[in-house]
């Protein structure tokens, strides 16, 4: 029987996160399985991405929904029905309710292209350049009700050059997001991570098989 965590993911748009889920859950020891993708935008790349893949897909577009919490119904319905035990948000660009927030609650992630708490919000690389930054990062976090606010399960930094413009900036940001949402989902459905409060936290794995608690959940290897 399969061990692997049954995943929802949200998109919105291209889905090139989406795509790096993907490719990572087909090795045989990812602790993880795409059960569906959700976007609320119809026809868009990341339903494509899906498809090739064999994932099921489904639109809920919120503009088919009288309020907020009719289209959360939407997809909680559809989560429910796929078996969804995490969900991820992908380039999902819809706030959610605190209701909906808490009934995904330390079972749902989302990424985004800054070394959060800096720089939440869109445009983010264009005011990492205005700030004159010389690094920034990716950040994948559980999530909160907040906008790119909660708990962080891990971080990449990426050094800013002198020459970047906003285009190539995101572009060596976007391939670092590419390793580290699949990172961070596999501490998260392998159950590697733990909360302590409001603090994410690892489980580091003893010689005699028993886990305790560490300061930081484990670190995504290599360097950008
Ligand atoms: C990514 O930069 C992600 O961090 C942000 O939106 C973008 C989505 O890109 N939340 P994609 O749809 O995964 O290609």
Redesign the pocket.
């Known amino acids: 029987m399969s061990t692997k965590r049954r995943v929802g993911v949200l ?9 790096a889920l993907i490719d990572a859950a087909k090795a045989p020891d990812y602790p993880a399985k795409l059960v569906l993708v959700v976007s609320n935008v119809p026809d868009v790349q ?1 339903l494509t991405r899906a498809e090739v893949a064999g994932i099921p897909t489904c639109t809920v577009n919120h503009r088919d929904f009288p309020s907020r919490e009719a289209f959360e119904a939407a997809l909680d319905e559809a989560l429910g029905g796929a078996g969804a035990e995490l969900l991820c ?5 819809r706030l959610l309710t605190e209701s909906f927030v808490s009934r995904w609650l330390n079972r749902h992630l ?4 800054s070394l959060l708490p800096a720089f939440k919000g869109l445009d983010t690389h264009a005011r990492v350049l205005n700030a004159g930054a010389t690094i920034t990062g ?1 950040t994948v976090h559980f999530v909160r009700a907040a906008m790119d606010d909660g708990p962080i399960v891990a971080q990449a930094a990426v050094p800013i050059h002198a020459d970047d413009t906003e285009e190539s900036l ?1 572009a060596r ?2 391939a670092a ?1 590419h390793r580290l949402y699949p990172h961070a989902l596999r501490l998260v459905a392998s159950g590697q991570v733990t909360m302590d409060g409001e603090r994410v936290v690892g489980m580091l794995e003893g010689a005699d098989g028993t886990y305790e608690v560490a300061l930081f959940s484990p670190p995504l290897p290599g360097n950008f």
């Open positions: 998109i919105s748009g291209r889905g090139s996160n989406l795509q990341g948000n992908a380039g999902f660009m989302n990424i985004h292209p990716c995101a940001v976007l997001e």
